[in-house]
């Protein structure tokens, strides 16, 4: 639904990882030439060597208390020199993103300066990095390939880190209240920004036995993260994507977020002018967003692996108008089931339940130049095994929808859907049940969409079976309903109104068949639709509904 991210997972494992590095290669350096007539020195040598004299380090107010083993610095700044990257640059040698990096305050503590001193191992409590703003200034990728974040870690950037040390520990990093923000080098747009910004990287160890230790994520055995607001513009700015009250555990594998909203930045009538065919405008709201058991072991190696995920109090709202001209993109293979075996990144999701919550599409008609909307209140959904990994697929090649709600507030409404998973032909059922409704209590769907008005009657109920593939759609649809009476209409431009159609009404009213059951004889609809390759699955699905309730009713 909402368009790709401009970011890929791997650069977010890199990131965090290079800010980690960073933290802790400037916190325990500074304690560990904790002379002052030296820091300025050994410290500056340290980071304009390791960074090929790319970095400048600055810092002011630095105190330190041997006793007690603390240290502490103000407005420490890392900021990349523009002259440098240029000569790299050159020499195809330069990095392909650049950190600019402002620590308003840095305090160490617990330093066990003996171990330092005697076996070359830096031990600290705990390195708190305060109100840091962080700008992160991404270029293109070099890399045809994206390794996973255990490869990345299974090279040599330890020992780089660890230079002439055996080993550095610490009980914990802390950063609190930062402001992070991803830039794109070249054009300059923002690729991501979060504010609120607090990670707790707890039993950090870097050595040459821990880095194997498959247990670890950025060198430490426990993360947590919280964000206030994290921020990511789409693609050609169409939706701004925002995440309200984020929060990770790595020990319980639980991700909670308070808000997730993908709004559009164009209003209806906007978003019709901006694009030259017909396009969903998608306006989504998740009250909460709860992920159960997340695999950290997963997440090492560019995988989603989780039991469950829940989305309360959501709302889904699609607009789109058919006045303007539809597409010719080939969507034969684009059923659901199919795109996710397409996704570049491993899946596998026990369940998706959705409760509580309300979709709506909105399509505006060009001959009544009016819209309709159908609406499906208090959904509850549960779609189970949501995966593309093959061995999981073998295991079970079903992935299975379940739908409830109460159709315009007003009709019970389920559906069940079983999607074929690595299946060419896109072959899935469909089995859907419609309850007890005035046919009147249809006329803010109908009169606008197809230019219709139900004068009286009641539907009784709906039961439908398909069965369908790529390209074609089958079944049947049992339709009870009695003493039906329907209208057509037009619309009157000057007056902004609708009014009937005399002859075609009067037509209308003899062709139609007033109930069913009729005269003791059930008519049922037997469907035979051949799909239109450029429409979606939801296309598919209603219009050979259609045909089979044209069939039944004229």
């Known amino acids: 639904m909402a368009e790709k991210r401009a970011f890929h997972r791997s650069r977010l494992f890199y990131i965090f990882?290079?800010?980690?590095?960073?933290?802790?290669?400037?916190?325990?350096?500074?304690?560990?030439?904790?002379?002052?007539?030296?820091?300025?020195?050994?410290?500056?040598?340290?980071?304009?060597?390791?960074?090929?004299?790319?970095?400048?380090?600055?810092?002011?107010?630095?105190?330190?208390?041997?006793?007690?083993?603390?240290?502490?610095?103000?407005?420490?700044?890392?900021?990349?020199?523009?002259?440098?990257?240029?000569?790299?640059?050159?020499?195809?040698?330069?990095?392909?993103?650049?950190?600019?990096?402002?620590?308003?305050?840095?305090?160490?503590?617990?330093?066990?300066?003996?171990?330092?001193?005697?076996?070359?191992?830096?031990?600290?409590?705990?390195?708190?990095?305060?109100?840091?703003?962080?700008?992160?200034?991404?270029?293109?990728?070099?890399?045809?390939?994206q390794l996973d974040f255990k490869t990345i870690l299974a090279s040599e950037q330890y020992r780089q880190l660890l230079g002439k040390l055996s080993s550095i520990t610490a009980d914990s990093v802390v950063l609190e209240n930062a402001r992070l923000t991803l830039v794109d080098r070249e054009s300059k747009n923002i690729r991501c920004r979060a504010g609120g910004l607090s990670i707790r990287f707890a039993g950090i160890a870097i050595d040459s036995v821990t880095r194997n230790d498959s247990s670890r994520m950025l060198f430490s055995n426990d993360q947590a993260l919280h964000c206030n607001q994290l921020e990511i513009p789409t693609k050609n700015k169409v939706y701004d994507f925002r995440i309200s009250g984020l929060d990770y555990n790595s020990q319980t594998g639980q991700l909670h977020t308070e808000l997730i909203r993908l709004i559009p930045s164009q209003s209806e009538t906007a978003f019709v002018i901006a694009n030259k065919f017909s396009k969903d405008r998608y306006n989504i709201s998740i009250g909460h967003l709860d992920v159960i058991h997340l695999n950290r072991q997963a997440l090492l190696h560019r995988e989603i692996v989780a039991d469950s995920v829940i989305l309360s109090n959501?709302?889904?709202?699609?607009?789109?108008?058919?006045?303007?001209?539809?597409?010719?993109?080939?969507?034969?293979?684009?059923?659901?089931?199919?795109?996710?075996?397409?996704?570049?990144?491993?899946?596998?999701?026990?369940?998706?339940?959705?409760?509580?919550?309300?979709?709506?599409?909105?399509?505006?008609?060009?001959?009544?130049?009016?819209?309709?909307k159908v609406s499906f209140f208090h959904v509850?959904?549960?779609?189970?095994?949501?995966?593309?990994?093959?061995?999981?697929?073998?295991?079970?090649?079903q992935m299975r929808l379940h739908f409830e709600s109460s159709f315009l507030n007003a009709a019970s409404f389920t559906a069940d859907i079983n999607m074929r998973l690595n299946d060419r032909m896109g072959n899935f059922q469909l089995d859907a049940k419609l309850g007890e409704i005035n046919a009147v209590l249809l006329n803010p769907l109908v009169k606008p969409m197809a230019l219709a008005e139900m004068e009286k009657g009641k539907i009784t109920g709906l039961q439908y079976h398909m069965d369908a593939t790529n390209t074609h759609a089958r079944g049947k649809l049992f339709l009870k309903y009695e003493d039906l009476k329907i209208k057509l209409l037009k619309k009157d431009d000057d007056k902004n109104k609708y009014k009937t159609k005399f002859f075609p009404t009067l037509a209308a009213g003899v062709l139609l068949k007033g109930s069913n059951p009729q005269n003791d004889k059930m008519r049922v609809g037997k469907i035979d639709y051949p799909r239109d390759i450029h429409r979606s699955i939801f296309n598919l699905m209603w219009k050979s509904l259609f045909s089979g309730i044209k069939q039944v009713a004229l």
């Open 314 to 372: 959501a709302s889904i709202r699609i607009f789109r108008d058919k006045s303007v001209p539809h597409d010719s993109v080939d969507r034969t293979h684009n059923y659901p089931q199919e795109a996710i075996m397409r996704l570049s990144l491993p899946v596998y999701i026990k369940k998706i339940i959705i409760r509580d919550s309300y979709i709506e599409y909105k399509e505006k008609n060009d001959k009544s130049d009016s819209s309709g």
């Open 380 to 397: 509850y959904a549960s779609v189970k095994n949501v995966t593309n990994i093959q061995d999981s697929v073998r295991k079970e090649n």
């Open 17 to 145: 990882s290079g800010i980690l590095l960073i933290i802790l290669t400037v916190g325990f350096f500074i304690w560990r030439n904790y002379k002052y007539h030296l820091v300025n020195r050994k410290l500056d040598n340290l980071v304009t060597g390791k960074s090929k004299g790319l970095y400048q380090l600055s810092y002011q107010h630095l105190v330190i208390d041997e006793a007690l083993g603390n240290i502490s610095a103000e407005e420490v700044e890392l900021i990349p020199d523009s002259l440098i990257y240029l000569q790299l640059s050159e020499q195809k040698t330069a990095p392909e993103s650049l950190f600019y990096i402002r620590i308003p305050k840095m305090i160490i503590s617990g330093v066990k300066t003996p171990r330092a001193l005697l076996n070359k191992e830096i031990s600290a409590h705990i390195i708190r990095i305060q109100n840091a703003e962080i700008e992160i200034r991404m270029g293109k990728s070099r890399s045809e390939k």
